[in-house]
Nanobody, 116 residues
Framework: QVQLVESGGGLVQPGGSLRLSCTAS????????MAWYRQAPGKQRELVAA???????NYAGSVQGRFTISRDNTKNTVDLQMNSLKLEDTAVYYC??????????WGQGTQVTVSS
């Protein structure tokens, strides 16, 4: 069965960095686009970044230039490097299959808290 397992969240000060990782299994990873979403308290889940099977990327405007999505098709992982973190980046971050809705599979999420 499809499994998506996120890791790497935590508490970081503004301006700091974190690297999230999602390990996928149960499907042919290399042929699917993958994406990271986030959901802050009281807000809708939003797309953060997506990457095609071939490595093409797109980002939300709010993270452009600060976050980098990457994938390793040999390890079935998709990572999100987050630099220059801001208070408003605080959210639960989710990994999913595909670059646009609908998404049928989600990981359990990993909490990212940016606080001084």
């Amino acid at each position: 069965q499809v499994q998506l397992v996120e890791s790497g969240g935590g508490l970081v000060q503004p301006g700091g960095s974190l690297r999230l990782s999602c390990t996928a299994s149960g499907f042919v990873f290399k042929i699917y686009a993958m994406a990271w979403y986030r959901q802050a308290p009281g807000k809708q889940r939003e797309l953060v970044a997506a990457i095609t099977g071939a490595g093409g990327t797109n980002y939300a405007g709010s993270v452009q230039g600060r976050f980098t999505i990457s994938r390793d098709n040999t390890k079935n992982t998709v990572d999100l490097q987050m630099n220059s973190l801001k208070l408003e980046d605080t959210a639960v971050y989710y990994c999913t299959i595909g670059s646009r809705p609908p998404h049928n599979y989600w990981g359990q999420g990993t909490q990212v808290t940016v606080s001084s």
